[in-house]
Nanobody, 114 residues
Framework: VQFVESGGGLVQPGGSLRLSCAASGFTFSRDAMNWYRQAPGKVRELVAEITRAGLSTNYADSVKGRFTISRDDAKNTVYLQMNGLKPEDTAVYYC????????WGQGTQVTVSS
């Protein structure tokens, strides 16, 4: 099981980024996929989740209305569109499929700063 996150970077407050996560080593289409983030000195937190086939999504209150999770089962990829970014969104972002009990990827750094 492998997760490879990409798309992070430095962005000004109010800006947007689209994160991607390529997953492999399991039957991607069968599993829910989540995005998490971990800021310096803080515990990792769940940001967004999407069920198999994208039937349902759920978001942390802190990102609701600004972030959108989606998936492309043909590409084994999950996305996180982030709009209206705030400095408090600064963190390393990870994707993960809880049902796989696999190892976490390296994550992708998102820094929101003027």
């Amino acid at each position: 099981v492998q997760f490879v996150e990409s798309g992070g970077g430095l962005v000004q407050p109010g800006g947007s980024l689209r994160l991607s996560c390529a997953a492999s080593g399991f039957t991607f289409s069968r599993d829910a996929m989540n995005w998490y983030r971990q800021a310096p000195g803080k515990v990792r937190e769940l940001v967004a989740e999407i069920t198999r086939a994208g039937l349902s999504t759920n978001y942390a209150d802190s990102v609701k209305g600004r972030f959108t999770i989606s998936r492309d089962d043909a590409k084994n990829t999950v996305y996180l569109q982030m709009n209206g970014l705030k400095p408090e969104d600064t963190a390393v972002y990870y994707c993960y499929a809880p049902a796989t009990f696999g190892s976490w990827g390296q994550g992708t750094q998102v820094t929101v700063s003027s």
